[in-house]
């Protein structure tokens, strides 16, 4: 790692459980980052430990019955 005017570049590690799993290089300040993984493995790892993090976008839906009558209190819909 160095410093090209006022950022830090370079190659950077990325560990995973204490195991290595990705490299960055960066060569200049406004230069691209470029990554890259260790193994197909550890992409894998790191993916599905991502995975578990994610909630359902579905799971939270309040479906309205059609047979409730609905009406409008508060600012806010009230079923009855």
């Known amino acids: 790692m160095w410093i090209c ?18 490299l960055s290089f960066q060569r200049g300040r406004k230069a691209d980052i470029q ?14 430990f991502l995975l578990t993090l ?7 839906i309040n479906v309205i019955d059609s047979e409730q009558k609905i009406s409008l209190s508060s600012n806010w819909f009230k079923f009855h």
């Open 35 to 48: 990554y890259a993984w260790v193994s197909k493995d550890a992409a894998l790892k790191v993916q599905d």
């Open 54 to 60: 994610m909630v359902d976008p579905l799971s939270d």
């Open 5 to 22: 005017t006022d950022t830090y570049v370079g190659i950077y590690a990325y560990t995973f459980d204490n195991e290595l799993v990705a």
